[in-house]
């Protein structure tokens, strides 16, 4: 037995048997590292068409050429047009009446108040089942939809439910009030309008006994009640002169220039209007005076307004600029407030979305690896923004003799920290 093993031990170990082993363990070997070297698997993107908006966002305040309407302090103010309402020259706007300071006689001009409003919601309501009625609603319905959407496409989930909230309602409104049912609600609208109505006069008779003034349109344009104290400030020839320490003194104060109890509201002729936006230095140098910008604010319905640069206020070494824009023309929804928040597009960039990982080389050489017939080709790459995760790079121009050797729409590109080259074999 010993003997055998010997012979067995003298075999394994002859110079030809081991060089044997040694050749056949260093080939499998070389094998397997050779072919994963030339074929690795690794991770890739398709390089898809991609655009982003860079925004700057915060608050910012309104300014436009406003004319203050008066009358004798103190006393009852009864509006005749709706806030904002547009009014042609002469339109009465408002009455105001001095009434003594007495309890009852407040008490009367408050039920005037509520009747007016009643009246103002039921005419409407009156308007949406009256003529046409189911239609009439239908167009309401049509009108929050489109509002709805409008508000999804931008990402304002709270102003989709709103609107969501309301073309459901009136649906369900067409569902309850269909046909005869439609007729019924019309005619006690109508009824109780009646009443109010002569509820109003009794109440305007009364009135009569006190002196009134009568507050007109000064011109073509817009009424807006009430003052906020800014009409000598904000106007289109101060807007002109606003330098930055009276803007940010104005309003971090949070004081009004004036505060005139005999205001009865504001009129606004001027179709231009403008929207001061406080800033960085460093934010305002990516702006361009006499440029338009695309200006989203919060009120306006997901709509966006295109409005012009017309100045960058600065000074000295203060880190701080005002941003001064206008336009002529409002958004969909606007309020009559003269604070807003906004959203300014800066810049909009649109290319090749690709993994930042996948970027590669230097400022003037920069490029990816892309998956070609199975084998890595390199593709050169200009990135207009990087977001850290993913890049934009600059799309083809069209022109074949300039696009030649860059990165196009749909290549398979690869993302990796391994070493490639040209034609490296890809699983």
């Known amino acids: 037995m010993k003997k055998k093993i010997g012979k067995i031990v003298k075999i394994i170990f002859r110079p030809a048997v081991i060089w044997t082993f040694l050749g056949v363990f260093f080939t499998v070997y070389m094998t397997v590292h050779m072919v994963k070297d030339f074929a690795p698997t690794l991770a890739t993107s398709p390089a898809i068409a991609y655009s982003e908006n860079v925004t700057l966002n915060g608050e910012g305040y309104i300014f436009r050429k406003e004319t203050l309407l008066t009358a004798e302090p103190g006393g009852y103010t009864d509006y005749k047009v709706k806030n904002g309402a547009y009014a042609k020259a002469g339109t009465e706007l408002a009455v105001r009446y001095s009434i003594p300071d007495d309890e009852e006689v407040k008490k009367l001009c408050e039920r005037l108040d509520e009747v007016n409003l009643r009246i103002e919601f039921l005419s409407e309501n009156s308007l949406r089942l009256g003529s046409g009625g189911i239609s009439d609603t239908l167009d309401s319905v049509k009108n929050d939809y489109t509002a709805y959407t409008a508000a999804l496409a931008v990402g304002d989930t709270s102003g989709a ?24 609600a019309l005619e006690k ?21 006190y002196p009134s003034t009568s507050i007109t ?27 930055l320490g009276a803007y940010f003194e104005l309003f971090e104060s949070g004081k009004p220039s004036s505060d005139d109890s005999s205001s009865v509201g504001r009129f606004i002729g001027d179709t231009t209007w403008y929207f001061a936006f406080p800033t960085t230095m460093s934010e305002a140098a990516r702006f361009s005076t006499g440029s338009t910008y695309d200006v989203s604010f919060d009120a306006s319905r997901g709509s966006t307004l295109g409005m012009t640069l017309e100045r960058i206020v600065s000074e000295g070494t203060d880190t701080r600029a005002l941003l001064i824009f206008s336009s002529e023309a409002l958004p969909e929804g606007f309020g009559v407030g003269r604070r807003r928040s906004a959203s300014i ?9 690709v993994p930042s990982a996948a970027v590669s080389g230097g400022e003037n050489d920069r490029g990816v690896w892309i998956l ?33 050797g860059r990165l196009k729409q749909n290549d398979i590109v690869i993302v990796t920290d391994e070493r490639l080259y040209e034609g490296k074999l890809i699983n």
């Open 345 to 353: 597009t800066v810049r909009r960039y649109s290319g090749y979305r």
């Open 189 to 209: 609208t109508k009824k109780e309008i009646i009443e109010l109505t002569e509820e109003r006069q009794e109440i305007y008779a009364l009135l009569s006994g």
């Open 161 to 184: 439910m709103k609107y969501a909230g309301s073309f459901a309602g009136r649906l369900f409104t067409l569902s309850e009030n269909s046909g005869r049912e439609v007729d019924a």
């Open 372 to 404: 070609s017939s199975g084998a890595a080709s390199r593709r050169s790459v200009k990135v207009l923004l990087d977001r850290g995760n993913y890049c934009i790079v600059e799309p083809l121009t069209g022109d074949a003799e300039l696009d030649y």
């Open 217 to 243: 349109a000064p011109t073509t344009g817009n009424f807006f009640r009430g003052s906020d104290g800014l009409e000598y400030t904000f106007t289109t020839v101060d807007s002109e002169e606003l330098t």
